[in-house]
């Protein structure tokens, strides 16, 4: 079991940039990956972005490549996600899940936080 907190969020105007922290907490690691996904109004929660904690191997969703980058840092057992040119379209609540696999898809994530709010607006 491992309790997963995400902080970061906020509202800012397209084109600016979010750092997103997923921080863990629990006395046993027993999982491999660190994904995040989030989910906007009227949509399907979509996988953004996962990362081996065990070695650091990263996956993306096209849409975000070259703008999201994930990353770790073990020591603080903490996740980010630094989000660069913002789109309005990447309005969501994002969520950050403990899996199994490198992974995109939901079902493969047992542990949730509770979600932060990033909102792009003008």
């Known amino acids: 079991q491992v309790r997963l907190v995400e902080s970061g969020g906020g509202l800012v105007q397209p084109g600016s940039s979010l750092r997103l922290s997923c921080a863990a907490s629990?006395?046993?690691?027993?999982?491999?990956?660190i994904g995040w996904f989030r989910q906007a109004p009227g949509k399907e929660r979509e996988g953004v972005a996962c990362?081996?904690?065990?070695?650091?191997?990263?996956l993306y969703e096209d849409s975000v490549k070259g703008r999201f980058t994930i990353s770790r840092d073990n020591a603080k057992k903490t996740v980010y996600l630094q989000m660069n040119s913002l789109k309005p379209e990447d309005t969501a609540v994002y969520y950050c899940?403990?899996?199994?696999?490198?992974?995109?898809?939901?079902?493969?994530?047992?542990?949730w936080g509770p979600g932060t709010q990033v909102t792009i607006s003008s």
């Open positions: 629990g006395f046993v690691v027993d999982y491999y990956s």
């Open positions: 899940a403990a899996g199994g696999i490198l992974s995109l898809l939901t079902a493969d994530f047992g542990s």
């Open positions: 990362i081996s904690i065990v070695d650091g191997i990263t």
